[in-house]
């Protein structure tokens, strides 16, 4: 069992990190889910710089080695998981509704009874009152209500644009592709891969930290698709008319395309690179988020398996037109973003509903108007001592709940 766990402790990491932004439910949920970005970091780093360091090693071990390493960060993970306390939204669907408030509390740091904490635990009851009222009997003709197909479509193209956007052709092809631009050598071009690795995982830390919740999803995504197509083609004019003559030396054009590709690869590490990752975990219902987020995952293995598979003929066939055309999808991508994305900064995961028009704004406020009003109500009767606090979240029907109401009122 424990080998079966050290083999597989990257989906125990996966899953944790999915976890958290479960837990974190809104404000923080981009830069938790971003992390799995991150991921890229061993195929992009790690390995092209394993095998211009290490190539010339006997030690079989060496890559074992550097493959376990990785474990560290997982152990701090778990470490860090144990001090955790349960979802708040998962506490409400079991009925536990006065942890899930202590649980709010302690992860926005303030009081039970504060304001904004009991504000966001209706929001957070009315919209479970609203999924339980309405996924009694759900299937998966609920994707196709308009609200919710919108985001399926948009969670499909978002990936799409995401590996048509260049990224894994360079990434999987790194090493051809700088010999194409004219770094031929084999430990020169590797070693340009290993840096082009780093620079996309420190890109993509900085703007975790210092970007993500304060630029934006949908400024990052437009910012980045014009300035990864404006590299794309540049990067292509440079190698049309300054091709590599001589493999012995590697020109200043050829050291100006490899900067191309680096500052490329900072704009999809601020934007594309965990951006859409980010997104699909925001803007699903929690009922639906799974089928979402396995659409979203689906959709970008399938397309990355055409982009890997077409790369190699295109670079034979077409050159440097291949950077034109990884330019003229970027360009797509900025359109795609301009026209069909929203912003979802700063919103809440109970928001997404109102925000893709599957729950009128006004329901909504009604709802968290009524679920406050009950929680005063029942407060007074236990100052009263008159009766015993009925839970609010229930799988009744909207005329129960307002019978109920009424009886409440009755009995007051």
């Known amino acids: 069992m424990a080998i079966g766990f050290f083999k597989n402790y990257r989906v125990y990491i996966l899953t944790s990190v999915a976890y958290m932004g479960s837990l974190l439910f809104g404000y923080d949920t981009g830069v938790m889910s971003s992390v799995l970005s991150l991921a890229s970091f061993k195929k992009d780093f790690g390995l092209p710089m394993g095998s211009t360091g290490f190539a010339s090693k006997t030690n079989a071990h060496i890559s074992q080695n550097v493959v376990g390493i990785q474990l560290i960060p997982g152990g701090m993970l778990f470490i860090g998981l144990l ?121 993509t830390g900085l703007f975790l930290i210092v970007g993500i919740d304060k630029i934006g999803r949908r400024n990052s995504l437009l910012a980045g698709a014009l300035w990864m197509m404006a590299m794309m083609f540049i990067l292509g004019a440079v190698l049309n008319t300054h091709p590599p003559t001589n493999v012995n030396v590697v020109s200043p054009a050829s050291i100006a395309m490899v900067v191309m590709i680096y500052l490329y690869v900072i704009g999809y590490s601020a ?19 799974s089928y979402g987020v396995g659409l979203a995952a689906a959709t970008q293995w399938l397309f990355n398996f055409a982009i890997t598979y077409m790369t190699p003929s295109a670079i034979n066939h077409i050159g440097w037109r291949i950077f034109l055309m990884f330019g003229i999808f970027c360009l797509a991508n900025f359109a795609f973003v301009y026209f069909f994305v929203k912003e979802t900064k700063n919103r809440t995961l109970e928001d997404m509903d109102v925000l893709f028009g599957t729950v009128d704004a006004e329901v909504r406020a009604a709802d968290i108007e009524r679920v406050l009003q009950k929680g005063i109500m029942n407060d007074d009767q236990e100052m009263a001592g008159v009766g015993t606090k009925v839970p609010v979240t229930e799988t009744r029907t909207v005329e129960d709940r307002d019978a109920a109401a009424i009886d409440e009122k009755t009995v007051s």
């Open 271 to 289: 934007s594309w690179g965990p951006i859409p990752w980010v997104y699909v975990s925001e803007i699903f219902p929690t009922r639906l988020r």
């Open 83 to 203: 001090f955790l306390k349960e979802s708040p939204r998962w506490l409400v669907k079991q009925g536990r509704y006065e942890e899930a408030t202590a649980s709010l509390a302690y992860m926005r740091r303030d009081d039970i009874n504060d304001p904004e904490v009991l504000k966001e635990m209706a929001d957070i009851r009315a919209s479970i009152e609203e999924e339980l009222a309405l996924t009694e009997g759900v299937t998966w003709k609920e994707c196709l209500v308009p609200g919710n197909r919108n985001r399926f479509l948009i969670a499909f193209t978002m990936f799409l644009c995401q590996q048509f956007s260049g990224t894994n052709s360079i990434g999987y092809y790194a090493p051809q592709i700088f010999q194409t631009i004219g770094v031929s050598k084999t430990n020169a071009s590797l070693f340009a891969t290993g840096v082009y690795g780093t620079v996309k995982v420190c890109a």
